[in-house]
């Protein structure tokens, strides 16, 4: 049972094109995440937030940008993609504490930029 | 930053057989998570166990905070269980949240 859902599941798009990639969780939760994976390779965080208005960057470099104006929607965006964009990306969430279920994932946008 | 690092790396069982991963972590943890990567891409939240011993099934997990490390176990393997699976912790200091994963263990399971 999908409490955080991500929307397209996978998208092909051509060089140049901005995307939007949807997340939303009805959890209540108030910190959402987004990963980037490689194929095979371990998850790198590329943006987070800690609340509404509350956006800031991860580990990982990326050109994409996030907003946060409601508590359940964490959208990400690339203006102008690139096939060096080509990857998986994960919409996480957490709780205040992390509870007994800490995060929970959702089931991933795989883009292709051709 | 905190390090994770999980071992062995790649892992082929018959089916039947049983395997223990190891995830080691380089500071102190609030949050221990085993996940379960399907070929599709969807990550499984096997077990939340910053400390203790958890078992779900054919799976159990134990995690020593204080000599910082974790241990996923699976007993009487499936091809159902092929996939990768990544240990990741969030580290204790103030304001962290962030979840940090290790490379991952790729568990091959053949009949």
């Known amino acids: 049972e999908a409490d955080i859902y991500q929307t397209p599941r996978y998208l092909v798009i051509g060089t140049g094109k901005k995307i939007t990639l949807e997340c939303s969780q009805t959890?209540?939760?108030?910190?959402m995440y987004w990963y980037q994976q490689d194929p095979g390779m371990e998850l790198h965080l590329i943006h987070y937030?800690?609340?509404?208005?509350?956006?800031e960057k991860g580990d990982l470099s990326s050109e994409s940008t996030v907003s946060r104006i409601r508590t359940e929607h964490f959208p990400l965006t690339l203006e102008s993609a690139r096939p060096s964009h080509t990857s998986q990306y994960l919409c996480?969430?957490?709780?205040?504490?992390?509870?007994?279920?800490?995060?929970?994932f959702g089931s991933g946008t795989r883009l292709t930029v051709v | 930053g905190i390090q994770v690092e999980q071992s062995p790396p790649d892992l082929i069982l018959q089916e039947g057989a049983n395997s223990t991963l190891r995830c080691n972590f380089s500071?102190?943890?609030?949050?221990l998570q085993w996940f379960h990567q399907n070929p599709w891409g969807q990550l499984i939240n096997l077990f939340y166990?910053?400390?203790g011993t958890k078992q779900n099934g054919r799976l159990s997990a134990t995690t020593v905070a204080t000599e910082r490390y974790s241990l996923l176990y699976i007993s009487s393997s499936q091809t159902t269980d092929s996939g990768v699976y990544f240990c990741?912790?969030?580290?204790?200091?103030?304001?962290?949240?962030?979840?940090?994963f290790g490379k991952g263990t790729k568990l091959s399971v053949i009949p």
């Open positions: 959890m209540g939760h108030d910190k």
């Open positions: 500071d102190s943890v609030n949050n």
């Open positions: 166990i910053p400390s």
């Open positions: 937030s800690y609340g509404v208005n509350s956006t």
């Open positions: 990741a912790v969030v580290y204790s200091g103030a304001g962290s949240y962030q979840l940090t």
């Open positions: 996480a969430s957490s709780g205040a504490g992390t509870g007994v279920h800490g995060y929970t």
